[in-house]
């Protein structure tokens, strides 16, 4: 009796195919052991403890419930009596059940294995796909964020520049307004002086016409009424301004006041020895031909004014005559350029200029024109020295031998060319401090006349006026061109006494005797050059005499002319001058020359 199984459909087109036996069921045979049975129900056994995850695998729910019959059935019946053979038969049945319930087959394994291999592979490509999606989105958002940034400090900054744009365009009219304001203010001042200034000139001429009577009372009530009311405005004008300001700078302000008014009365009191003294001595000067600083102050201004008011207004109001003047002009400034420290060139040159001023085959100049042009050569000469001496002192030399050969050939040159050095260095040719009064005996119309009649000019380097190095090194050059045409000697006729050489020691009498002079930053340095131009031939003119001098300048640039005192002040140029006046003078002492 045989039993058979039914087989599983399986899709699979591969099937294990194993070694079988000529049994049906692949059981062993009649001539196999007896122990096969047992062998084989414990392998059975065993196999049923497999991975729960196999057994589902492999087989459908209907062969997972025969499965479990067949484990519960038993083999032998005790009641039932079968053959060996029959019994036999019942065994290879079960065992070949048993074995095809068990059968794996691998196709559906590995179809099985596929799903979850493509399920897992499309989690993960899910999960790769949902953060880079996440990622992109980020990045938008980012991106975005960034841009919304961006735009937004865009803004910021176009408000930020139009908040400037019109904050500046507040502050320029509001600078605006003040420049108005100040124009405003400056023209009502201006007004407000010439009105004074209308009633100061009629004043003037009343007070003039009574002078003739009692001139000299006339003269010092004059004066001390115009002292009083100036200083009257001054007091006024101080204590507006010590209103304005903190307590602090009040009190230094009454302090600096108060040192100012000693030094005003200890220096009145010096002028007024000066003056007493001048008076004593007028006699004896005029016996001496000699004069003092202020008459020498009041010729030299006195020649401007009357060379400006009188040829120079005359040749520029007349069209023919400025014609004339400017064609000649423009013939000596290229000729002044063109100077070189060569003989021939200073004579020829020289010669030319002469020619230019008093021509031999043409009838003579008219007298302004005449006047005009020898003003013109001066200026071009002090002015051709402002530059070419301060870069190269050597080149004062040249200048000097054609100022000599002009205020030696030309009439009135002489006159002329110091007037116009006093109009470009102020008092220092003389040298004066330039008074508080004009040579009207009067105040200076304005501030910027005084400062204009000191010498000082505007600075090149920008707007405003020349600070103290630029007007120090300007005014040198000019003084070491003067110096050498002192140094020149006269071979013809003496030249005039503003060009002679004893002018050298005035200038330093007066120069020493000034407390004024000396505190001044451009002291040290004018000293320097005139001993740097001067000082060893004077020493062979004036012999220990010039040693006292020279000595008075040691001790006012190592000690001080007064205690604590030293020339040219404690500023930064007087110190660097006085170094190189101490050289000049260890020079001169051990007979050096300078060139």
């Not at 065993?46 to 196999?54: C, F, K, P, R």
């Not at 007091?235 to 302000?253: C, G, I, N, T, V």
Request: negative net charge.
């Amino acid at each position: 009796m045989r039993f058979r199984a039914p087989r599983s459909v399986s899709p699979s087109p591969v099937r294990g195919h194993g070694h079988r036996n000529s049994s049906t069921f692949g059981l062993y045979s009649d001539s196999d052991s007896e122990d096969y049975a047992s062998e084989l129900e414990s392998s059975f056994n065993a196999d049923s403890d497999d991975d729960n995850v196999s057994i589902a695998s492999s087989s459908s729910s209907s062969s997972f419930a025969l499965l479990s019959g067949i484990n519960k059935l038993s083999i032998r019946t005790p009641h039932i009596s079968r053959t060996p053979l029959e019994q036999r038969e019942i065994d290879e049945t079960v065992a070949s059940i048993r074995l095809r319930t068990r059968y794996v087959d691998p196709y559906e394994e590995w179809e099985k294995q596929a799903r979850r291999d493509a399920f897992k592979t499309a989690r993960k490509e899910l999960s790769e796909t949902h953060t880079r999606l996440s990622e992109i989105q980020q990045q938008t958002e980012t991106e975005l964020e960034k841009r919304q940034n961006e735009q937004r400090l865009r803004q910021q900054s176009e408000a930020k520049r139009q908040v400037e744009g019109f904050r500046k365009q507040i502050l320029d009219d509001e600078v605006k307004l003040r420049e108005a304001w100040k124009r405003r203010d400056k023209d009502l001042w201006e007004r407000i002086e010439q009105t004074i200034k209308m009633e100061e000139e009629k004043l003037v001429k009343r007070l003039e016409e009574e002078r003739k009577i009692q001139e000299e009372e006339e003269r010092k009530r004059k004066e001390a009424e115009l002292k009083k009311r100036l200083e009257e405005e001054k007091r006024l004008k101080e204590e507006a301004d010590r209103k304005k300001e903190e307590e602090e700078k009040k009190r230094l302000q009454e302090e600096q006041e108060l040192r100012e008014k000693e030094e005003a009365d200890r220096q009145k009191l010096l002028d007024e020895e000066r003056e007493k003294k001048e008076a004593s001595e007028v006699e004896l000067r005029r016996m001496l031909s000699l004069s003092s600083s202020s008459e020498d102050w009041r010729v030299a201004r006195t020649n401007l004014q009357n060379l400006k008011s009188g040829p120079m207004r005359f040749v520029k109001a007349n069209k023919e005559m400025k014609a004339e003047w400017g064609r000649l002009r423009r013939q000596i400034v290229p000729k002044i350029g063109q100077l070189t420290n060569d003989p021939d060139a200073i004579s020829r040159i020289s010669q030319q200029l002469i020619e230019i001023a008093r021509p031999s085959n043409q009838p003579p100049h008219n007298e302004s024109i005449y006047f005009a042009l020898c003003s013109s050569m001066a200026k071009c000469i002090l002015l051709q020295a402002e530059t070419e001496v301060l870069a190269e002192k050597r080149s004062a030399g040249p200048l000097a031998q054609v100022a000599f050969v002009l205020i030696e050939t030309l009439e009135h040159f002489a006159s002329i060319f110091f007037a116009k050095l006093v109009q470009r260095c102020g008092g220092w040719p003389i040298p004066i401090v330039v008074p508080a009064l004009d040579i009207d005996e009067l105040p200076w119309n304005e501030e910027e006349d005084r400062i204009k009649a000191s010498g000082v000019r505007r600075s090149i380097s920008g707007d405003g006026l020349e600070n103290t190095e630029e007007y120090s090194n300007r005014v040198s050059a000019i003084m070491r061109v003067y110096f050498h045409i002192l140094k020149i000697r006269p071979m013809n006729k003496p030249l005039d006494s503003m060009f002679q050489l004893p002018r050298y020691w005035t200038w330093f009498a007066r120069m020493i005797n000034d407390s004024r002079l000396l505190r001044d930053p451009v002291a040290p340095q004018l000293i320097y050059t005139g001993l740097d131009v001067l000082g060893l031939e004077a020493l062979d003119v004036w012999g220990q005499q010039w040693v006292k001098t020279l000595a008075l300048i040691h001790q006012g640039i190592t000690q001080g002319y007064e205690t604590g005192k030293l020339i040219g002040g404690d500023t930064t140029e007087g110190a660097a001058a006085r170094t190189r006046t101490l050289v000049s003078l260890e020079n001169i002492m051990n007979g050096i020359s300078s060139s």
